[in-house]
């Protein structure tokens, strides 16, 4: 058997600690190493002619001024990549029926969005590429655009994209056989329709990739902003029929990614083609214009849902359809229907009941693609619940506190599933409730708001159970296809100095897993943390892995670690006993040095040993293993995802007059397993919060009638920003899993997963002396007003 994690009060035991980023003073001396800040030698700079067509044929493409402009190296169609790149279709195969067009790195003969990439300029430098844009003349013959997602399905549409028999990408049903007894059976039925607006990641760097074709040796080397080097190391090989040992991908300092940056992009794709049509390297970066025309978009969801309880307030059963807009085509290679799925699955997953029916259309329109972004699915899902049971609630004169308190499932009622087919291990819903009312003072904060009430001022309260996906097992992309790894790669290994080092294949992308690494294989192996060292984000240094994304950096990189450390510590004791003549299990590791375990006496330095194993191995006998090295792999097994759960409460004052909303204070219990660095969980979730929060309030791409975003800049997108953040109060509960010895799940996604519904709960709350309810996010003032009555 495995031995369990050692107690915080040994020497060298940092899981659970609280301890800094190694690279922190690094990226705040600027001394950050990103995609943009690369040159190399005989660089090019490539830029893209964007369609200002919603839908449009392209008719013709005059190219000859912009060949002759100063510094054009390169003028490139979609005809010109269609003959080097193979297309790709963002299909998986689990998803039965799913359907989408294949795609090309630049269209051929059709544009099916605002901002599409049409044609491919690579001069010397970005401003003499983007001069010769001017230069091309493109015709095209507009074609009618399908913008309203109701409209896309109906049976005499236009179609998203030619060739298209319709506009329906995918459709998905559960159904437990029981809904509409239970339903007849009810007390009380509450039904309402949620609209969830677009939003895009607005990470602090953009896209950028910098590909350096050496045909020389057939060798592609690509610098490239991305979570997935390994999954796109693949992709490279294949649609451009490059080995792919002669494939690599490097991903330095990431700025921030929730998502965007796992998807293949057009504009990315094509950028390897440019470097091989060149023989030279050519870096893309897209300013923030194009990012808000080519980066993935989320969201945008229409659900419709009714919930029935008995006369006691239990919850009998849920009755969902979402149909969501994902642009023309489903992206590659994780496709846009895996949001819209995880939507339906994760329907009233805190709660015990058993009868539940969900449709899902997943459905093409002519705008940006949408797909995976920070917490997939879960604010829809969450939001949706949690509207439901808070209408209950009201209803039945109960307290939304109580009702939660009847339904939630019980702590001890572990291991169970879903009735959408979700199996738990084990969560802490009640005793995340609990936490949460002592937290926020709940009791408190409901006399204060009745006493503001009776003066005029309008408080609301709001909270919001919720269920994280983490940790997926092979079962998720796998299983589909899909070549993206369930597993994480380490390789540890001592110096002759004695220092650690650890090359693994989760990446970092801003949110700590160096240090979560570097803290796990230094507990376990009983060194200084400052003496490990974790490299990340390399397909030729580090071992393969699925890197990073649904929170698996914790629970299944961190595995790989300590599964590696722990073996590379029986190497190391077991040559210590060689050398000193002893038993390897009278022998410790602490603080790097070799120890007698019962006493704790000094026997050899890690360094001493490691100098022996390097340069004076013929002074060991003959048949001694002096291996200082260790490679690992491990991939999830037991339960196909380890959930996480919690609950969140949020706090605003309403201006009834203006439809401003103050968010006076956000709450968020959570139980994310095992913590290890309860520093760095904080700042995941309070992070989270933040996006969360700004999907409620700020953040939306709009578009006009005619699929024309009108927002496309930070002119005139919201994001929030500090001033108008609350305070966030962040609570813990650890209920490892037993599928690890580390017993970490994921913290990435919670804070997002549940503050949005916090805080539309909150708002109705707010609402309620007024009669009035609001079911659409972002909340602006003017959509309050018109919830209010007031236009």
């Known amino acids: 058997m ?21 690279n922190a003073k690094r990226l705040l001396a600027g001394r950050g190493r990103y995609v943009t800040d690369l040159a190399l030698p005989r660089m090019l700079h490539a830029a893209f002619l964007r369609s200002p067509y919603v839908h449009a044929r392209i008719v013709s493409i005059d190219t000859e001024a912009a060949r002759a402009m100063p510094g054009v190296r390169l003028v490139a169609t979609g005809a010109d990549l269609a003959a ?28 099916t969005w605002s901002g599409q990439a049409v044609v491919a300029v690579v001069a010397e430098s970005r401003a003499e590429a983007e001069d010769a844009l001017g230069a091309i003349e493109i015709a095209f ?61 607005v990470t602090l760097e953009p896209r950028a990739i910098l590909a350096d074709w050496d045909a020389s040796e057939g060798k592609l080397t690509v610098h490239h902003a991305t979570q997935t080097p390994y999954q796109f190391q693949d992709l490279y090989s294949r649609h451009y029929g490059i080995p792919e040992a002669n494939v690599r991908v490097i991903a330095p300092d990431i700025g921030g990614s929730f998502g965007m940056k796992l998807h293949v992009y057009h504009e990315d794709m094509a950028v390897i083609g440019l470097s091989m049509l060149c023989a030279r390297p050519v870096k893309f970066v897209a ?17 419709r849902a009714r919930m029935a309880v008995d006369a006691s307030g239990e919850i009998l059963a849920m009755d969902v359809d979402d149909a969501t807009a994902i642009g023309a085509f489903s992206t590659y290679p994780r496709t846009s229907a895996v949001e819209g799925n995880q939507v339906i699955r994760l329907m009233g997953a805190p709660y015990r ?138 390789v540890v290994s001592v110096t002759p100095s004695g220092e650690v080092r650890c090359a693994i294949s989760v990446t970092e992308q801003g949110q700590g897993t160096e240090t979560i690494v570097g803290q796990i294989v230094a507990d376990q192996l009983g060194v200084p943390r400052e003496r490990v060292r974790v490299t990340t984000g390399d397909t030729e240094t580090t071992p393969h892995g699925g890197a990073t994304w649904a929170c698996r950096g914790a629970g299944i990189g961190g595995e790989t670690a300590l599964q ?39 026997r050899i330095a890690l360094s001493e040993l490691a100098r022996i194993a390097y340069f004076r191995s013929d002074t060991l006998p003959p048949d001694t293993s002096a291996q200082l090295t260790v490679a690992h792999h491990y991939a999830p097994q037991g339960y196909p995802f380890a959930f996480t759960n919690g609950i969140q409460g949020c706090h605003v004052e309403l201006d009834a007059e203006t439809g401003f909303v103050t968010i006076l204070k956000h709450w968020v219990v959570e139980d994310c397993g095992r913590i290890i660095n309860p520093l760095l969980v904080d700042e995941q979730i309070r992070g989270g919060v933040v996006q969360g929060l700004g999907a409620a309030f700020f953040e939306e791409c709009r ?21 108008e953040m609350p305070d966030i109060v962040v609570g813990h509960i650890e209920t490892p899993t037993a599928d690890t010895v580390l017993g970490a799940k994921g913290c990435g996604e919670a804070g997002t997963a549940a503050s949005s519904a916090a805080a539309l709960n909150a708002v109705n709350d707010a609402m309620r002396p007024f009669g009035a309810s609001i079911a659409q996010l972002p909340m602006t003032p003017t959509r309050i007003l018109a919830a209010l009555g007031q236009f």
């Open 84 to 111: 080097l790149c193979t297309p790709w279709t963002g299909t998986l195969d689990h998803f039965k029926g799913m359907k989408s067009a294949p795609q090309h790195p630049l269209p051929l003969d059709e544009v």
């Open 2 to 22: 495995n031995a369990p994690l050692g107690a915080l009060d040994r020497p060298n035991s940092y899981i659970g600690r609280s301890v800094s980023r190694p």
């Open 353 to 490: 009941f058993r009868s539940y029916r969900a449709e899902l259309s997943v459905v093409f329109q002519n705008k940006v693609q949408t797909s995976q972004y920070r917490a997939v699915g879960h604010p829809i899902a969450c939001a949706v619940t949690e509207r439901l049971v808070d209408m209950a609630a009201e209803r039945l004169g109960l307290d939304p506190a109580e009702i939660r308190a009847r339904n939630l499932i019980p702590d001890d009622a572990y291991p169970c599933d879903s009735p959408t087919g979700y199996k738990f291990e084990a969560l802490s819903h009640q005793e995340s409730l609990a936490r949460l009312k002592a937290l926020m003072d709940y009791d408190g904060l409901r006399a204060e708001q009745a006493t503001l009430r009776a003066r005029g001022v309008h408080r609301g309260i709001g909270i919001a159970s919720f269920v994280e996906i983490s940790n997926p097992s092979p079962a998720f992309y796998g299983i589909g296809g899909a070549r993206i790894s369930a597993q994480d790669g380490a």
């Open 703 to 723: 578009y006009d009638e005619d699929g024309q975003l009108t927002n496309g800049s930070l002119a005139d997108y919201l994001v929030p920003m500090a001033c």
């Open 141 to 201: 013959e507009d074609l009618p655009a399908v913008a309203d997602l109701d409209a896309a399905l109906r049976p005499d549409a236009d179609r998203a994209a030619n060739g298209a028999e319709d506009n329906l990408c995918f459709r998905a049903r559960l159904d437990t056989g029981d809904v509409e007894d239970r339903f007849a059976a009810a007390a009380h039925v509450v039904e309402e329709e949620f609209r969830f607006g677009r939003h895009t990641a």
């Open 287 to 303: 300013d923030r214009l194009e990012s808000f025309v080519s980066d993935i978009h989320a969201r945008d969801h229409r659900v």
């Open 564 to 602: 590696a450390a722990r073996r590379l510590r029986s190497n190391i004791l077991s040559l210590a006993g060689t050398i000193l003549q002893a038993k390897p299990a009278d022998l410790d590791l602490r603080d790097g040095i070799v120890v007698e375990a019962s006493s704790g006496s000094e």
